[in-house]
């Protein structure tokens, strides 16, 4: 059992020694919460290979297959990266909290790592609620910032919504099926209050991952929460709730895929439309990064409702290259952020006040609008081919089509970057070193799975079928 649940035990007693460690130090702790939360990440992260995957505890209840280990590896370095870029951060804007953000961290991402291999109902309620819960604290943790109390009221508002809406649709699906175990719901009949159920935890997960129409909380809480937090919160939570939808809907719902897909594909679509053209016109970018982040869940729900072994694995590789794309964008974001603006405009000759920042983000723009050779390019183009090759060949078009206009609002800030003249009296962006070890860690990644995809592949394709067979 211990073996099994090492991982989540792991970061429970990283969570509890930096409690410990906050009590103990008192006012000396200064940095060095942030850097035991680092330290002691990257040593679970090293502990997870030599885990080996085909483990259960009760009865099945939790697994630990090579979904879960890969799901796992992703949700601790993208929590290891956004700590390191929060270690500045966190000691500039709140001397006397940096114990608990870095503690809140810790404790959401426990819930995630029991998410990875949640394969029954009530795991997965509780899961999601761990960590949902130190999220909305998290998101207001700048209390001078109204958009910082506003983004969080939203934040908690639309998880206590779908927290209920998800918990009513689990609780037909338990009453449909007679069992809380997701082997056992595969093995039942269809019926309407099944469908009803399944319909209703889609809505309730739609919340969590941000996805049209129930995207309403992403671009006031990225404005005002911080960034190197928003960093975490776009990628961290999202793999966890993938890793839910891909436990129900594949692993649970799977045979009923033909009730369960045309919904998906048409809140995919609509997730696709809303956060494409919602990003045009935004002048804040970390808002424009949060529309940006609700178009890629839609394309990430494409892979899910694919539903075949090369889909799920391109859903596992696209989170992947996710995490680095879009955290790196994000760490680029809290460097010029720090000059007192999130605009565009801050963003004005970056090139000449700081070439090698404003590399760094061309570098992590173009991967996120999928041009050749980053990680993302790689990401997109087995996303469309899976989907061709499954059949949904509309959906290719649609979001063929709609990556053609995010690289509008893309290049809109790589204009900015490269063409516009500095303002007058703008200064050269100060990059504190841990944050610009994050952002190097981020190109590093981008570059490395642009050129060698297969490195993270092949694995993500090994690690699918682990949940669904051919």
Request: some cysteine; charged content about 10%; glycine content about 12%.
């Amino acid at each position: 059992m211990i073996e099994t649940l090492g991982l989540p035990i792991g970061a429970a007693v990283l969570w509890l020694v930096v409690f410990v460690f906050d009590l103990l130090a008192g006012p000396v702790r200064g940095r060095t919460s942030g850097w035991i939360t680092v330290l002691g990440l990257l040593a679970l992260f090293g502990f997870s290979w030599t885990l080996e995957p085909g483990r259960e505890i009760a009865g099945g209840a939790f697994a630990l297959d090579a979904f879960a280990l890969y799901m796992q590896r992703i949700l601790l370095g993208a929590t290891a990266l956004g700590a390191l870029a929060s270690i500045d951060h966190a000691e500039r804007t709140m001397p006397r909290r940096q114990s608990e953000y870095f503690q809140l961290l810790l404790f959401s991402l426990v819930g995630m790592l029991l998410l990875a291999g949640a394969r029954e109902l009530i795991l997965l309620i509780v899961a999601f609620e761990l960590t949902g819960v130190p999220l909305y604290v998290l998101a207001a943790m700048h209390k001078t910032d109204k958009f910082g109390i506003e983004g969080s009221l939203k934040l908690y508002l639309t998880g206590a919504v779908s927290a209920a809406v998800m918990l009513y649709g689990l609780s037909f699906i338990f009453g449909a099926t007679g069992t809380t175990m997701l082997p056992e719901i595969a093995r039942a009949p269809a019926s309407p209050f099944l469908i009803l159920g399944l319909l209703l935890a889609l809505a309730g997960m739609g919340f969590k991952v941000g996805a049209a129409p129930f995207h309403m909380w992403i671009p006031d809480t990225y404005q005002g929460a911080p960034t190197p937090f928003v960093a975490f919160l776009s990628v961290a939570p999202k793999v966890g709730g993938f890793a839910a939808l891909t436990r129900l809907f594949i692993e649970g719902l799977g045979p009923m895929r033909e009730t369960w897909w045309p919904p998906l594909f048409a809140v995919c679509a609509l997730t696709m439309l809303v956060g494409n053209f919602f990003a045009l016109n935004q002048e804040n970018v970390k808002r424009l990064l949060g529309y940006s982040g609700v178009a890629h869940i839609g394309l990430l729900l494409l892979g899910l409702g694919i539903g075949t072994q090369l889909g799920i694995g391109v859903l596992l590789f696209y989170l992947a290259t996710y995490l680095f794309t879009n955290m790196g964008a994000f760490f680029v974001a809290e460097a010029v952020g720090r000059g007192g603006s999130d605009g565009i405009d801050a963003y004005r000759g970056l090139a000449r006040r700081s070439p090698w920042l404003a590399l760094s983000m061309l570098l992590f723009l173009l991967s996120l609008g999928g041009i050749p050779f980053v990680a993302g390019f790689w990401a997109k183009m087995f996303l469309f081919w899976a989907a061709w090759e499954a059949g949904v060949r509309w959906l290719v078009f649609l979001g063929a089509v709609l990556a053609v206009v995010a690289l509008y609002y893309y290049l809109r800030v790589a204009r900015s970057i490269y063409i516009e003249k500095p303002a007058d009296g703008a200064a050269r962006v100060q990059v504190p070193w841990t944050l610009g070890a994050a952002i190097v860690i981020a190109m590093a990644g981008v570059v490395v799975i642009g050129v060698r995809p297969a490195l993270l592949l092949e694995p993500a394709i090994r690690a699918a079928r682990s949940v669904i067979a051919g």
